[in-house]
């Protein structure tokens, strides 16, 4: 039922380490994936995306890996910051065919990056 | 400040009353997007608005809810005779949409609206 799904609700990693968020998803018709990060009493703010024809996208300490075959994509941030900690949520939205460009988001991933 | 603009920030409503949140979309977007979240979830889909037109809402529930846009002032969810279930953070996105749009329909988040229902 759901076709975002983000299986670790949480994430502890060391300050300077990497961060490796995942994410699954079922519905070969999404056409883009998309990170967005919240923190608490705050809108999610938009991180980084990734087309459906790509297998990697690159933004400062950020990268996104999207492997088509396994419907999976991960979100990899190095190195990690104490600012860094949030709630991260994938999302995939469909093309111009389908949910008109809203975006279905899984549960999110607790994020927490130690001093 | 042309960012997405929720109000208001906190609710509390007593069971059977009705609930209304405001979203003033980002300078330059025309469409609109209602999520809720409830605790412990992700962000659910509820309804996409143009100016004065709804294009999705099959993420609205059938009763209770609706949400408009008219030409002139904010985008109005409404929930009538609100129950407890309708206790969560609802949160108002803004985009430019997806026509001529040749990457990600990036949507941008206001803070949101917690509604506590007692």
């Known amino acids: 039922d759901q076709q975002v799904k983000q299986n670790s609700p949480s994430l502890s990693v060391q300050e300077g380490r990497i961060s490796i968020l995942n994410c699954d998803y079922t519905n070969s018709m999404f056409d883009y994936f998309l990170w967005y990060k919240k923190y608490p009493a705050e809108g999610p703010t938009f991180l980084i995306s990734i087309s459906s024809i790509k297998d990697k996208n690159e933004d400062g300490r950020f990268t996104v890996f999207l492997n088509k075959s396994a419907k999976h994509l991960s979100l990899h941030i190095v190195p990690s910051q104490p600012g860094d900690s949030a709630v991260y949520f994938c999302a995939a939205q469909e093309g111009y065919g389908g949910s008109q460009g809203n975006l279905i988001f899984g549960k999110g991933t607790k994020l927490s990056v130690k001093p | 400040n042309a960012g997405v603009m929720q109000n208001p920030r906190h609710l509390v409503r007593r069971r059977g009353q009705e609930a209304r949140l405001r979203c003033s979309p980002m300078?330059?977007?025309?469409?609109v997007y209602w999520y809720r979240q409830l605790p412990e979830e992700g962000l659910k889909f509820m309804v996409y608005?143009?100016?004065?037109?709804?294009?999705?809402e099959s993420g609205m529930p059938k009763e209770r809810f609706s949400a408009e846009f008219p030409k002139e002032g904010p985008s109005i969810l409404r929930i009538q005779q609100v129950v407890r279930g309708d206790s969560a953070a609802y949160f108002c996105?803004?985009?430019?949409?997806?026509?001529?749009?040749?990457?990600?329909?990036?949507?941008?988040f206001g803070a949101g609206s917690r509604l506590t229902v007692l």
């Open positions: 300078k330059g977007h025309s469409h």
């Open positions: 608005l143009q100016k004065e037109n709804i294009i999705d």
């Open positions: 996105a803004s985009s430019r949409g997806l026509a001529g749009l040749s990457g990600a329909n990036v949507l941008t």
